[in-house]
């Protein structure tokens, strides 16, 4: 059964985008576009092209910080040795391939691109087709489409894709959200939580 796997928050203790905007970016521009996203008044996309906006340091620079400082969740080479999971995120390959490769770890990942421009980071999204259910471009779109799947995430990324799936991990933000509209999903702390369940 095909495993999808959020990335941030979910592979990695820290939202990695949170961290590098912290680090390099504008804190301000990602509290109003977190504010703006959490009212209803932009897309989750508009959201990530003004938060890498506000980052201006090369990307080189980003990849080593975040290299040396990003903590993953336990239980990711128990999960990718077991199920070989479909990486999928809203965030950027350029920052999620070294992480993998530091942990010596190869999976297929789906995820966004981005380029340095010298006004700030430029977001290119892969999906950009509308998502018939909900309303905006969406990680529902890199689901396969006949089979069983299993939807392993945390955040409003993974809202409209994890009720696609026919099996659910869910934590934090997700988790909240799959409760609030009574969606059953089974829990998880570490990723070893849930490479025994599906053991
Ligand atoms: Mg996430
Ligand atoms: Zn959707």
């Given amino acids: 059964m095909p495993i999808i796997l959020d990335w941030d928050g979910t592979v990695t203790v820290d939202d990695t985008l949170i961290l590098a905007l912290r680090e390099f970016g504008d804190w301000q521009i990602y509290l109003d576009a977190a504010a703006a996203l959490r009212r209803g008044d932009i897309t989750l996309h508009e959201e990530i092209r003004r938060d890498a906006e506000s980052i201006k340091t090369p990307i080189d620079d980003v990849v080593a910080w975040l290299v040396e400082h990003l903590e993953l969740r336990p239980g990711f080479h128990e999960l990718a040795e077991a199920q070989r999971p479909l990486i999928v995120s809203s965030n950027f390959r350029q920052l999620i391939e070294p992480?993998?490769?530091?942990?010596?770890?190869?999976?297929?990942?789906?995820?966004?691109?981005?380029?340095?421009?010298?006004?700030?980071?430029?977001?290119?999204?892969?999906?950009?087709?509308?998502?018939?259910?909900?309303?905006?471009?969406?990680?529902?779109?890199?689901?396969?489409?006949?089979?069983?799947?299993?939807?392993?995430?945390?955040?409003?990324?993974?809202?409209?894709?994890?009720?696609?799936?026919?099996?659910?991990?869910?934590?934090?933000?997700?988790?909240?959200?799959?409760?609030?509209?009574?969606?059953?999903?089974?829990?998880?702390?570490?990723?070893?939580?849930?490479?025994?369940?599906l053991a």
Wanted: a negative charge; charged letters at 30%; proline letters at 4%.
């Fill in 99 to 197: 992480i993998l490769a530091r942990e010596g770890v190869e999976l297929e990942v789906r995820a966004n691109d981005v380029e340095w421009e010298p006004g700030g980071w430029r977001a290119t999204f892969r999906n950009g087709d509308v998502c018939g259910t909900c309303g905006e471009p969406c990680k529902r779109a890199d689901l396969p489409t006949n089979g069983e799947v299993v939807y392993v995430g945390d955040g409003y990324s993974d809202r409209c894709a994890a009720q696609a799936a026919d099996r659910i991990f869910a934590r934090d933000g997700l988790a909240s959200y799959l409760d609030e509209h009574g969606v059953a999903y089974e829990p998880f702390d570490d990723l070893l939580d849930v490479t025994r369940a």
